[in-house]
Nanobody, 118 residues
Framework: VQLQASGGGLVQAGGSLRLSCVSS????????MAWYRQAPGKQRELVAT???????RFADSVKGRFTISRDSAKNTLYLQMNMLKPEDTAVYYC?????????????WGQGTLVTVSS
């Protein structure tokens, strides 16, 4: 399984970006997909998750600004980021936890850089 993230770039504060993460397939029907980010000098942190049945969680820092969605037919995960702030600057990684296999498997994309200028 390979995950290909894209959509990062440079944007001014207050702007928007949409990240995409395409899976090469091979993931069972029971999975949790997520976006993480890692800012320079900081640990990787969870941004948002979405379960197979659509359950969603967000980090407090992005609630009300970011939305997460998945298109199972296209094997694609999205992160719509609005009202971006300089503190959102980070490398964003997509992640898939495949819970339909034993043992469960964890996959990571290569990361896409988001830079928000003030």
């Amino acid at each position: 399984v390979q995950l290909q993230a894209s959509g990062g770039g440079l944007v001014q504060a207050g702007g928007s970006l949409r990240l995409s993460c395409v899976s090469s397939g091979g993931i069972s029907g029971i999975s949790v997909m997520a976006w993480y980010r890692q800012a320079p000098g900081k640990q990787r942190e969870l941004v948002a998750t979405i379960g197979t049945r659509g359950s969603i969680r967000f980090a407090d820092s992005v609630k009300g600004r970011f939305t997460i969605s998945r298109d199972s037919a296209k094997n694609t995960l999205y992160l719509q980021m609005n009202m971006l702030k300089p503190e959102d600057t980070a490398v964003y990684y997509c992640n898939v936890q495949d819970l339909g296999v034993l043992p469960s498997r964890n996959y990571w994309g290569q990361g896409t850089l988001v830079t928000v200028s003030s």
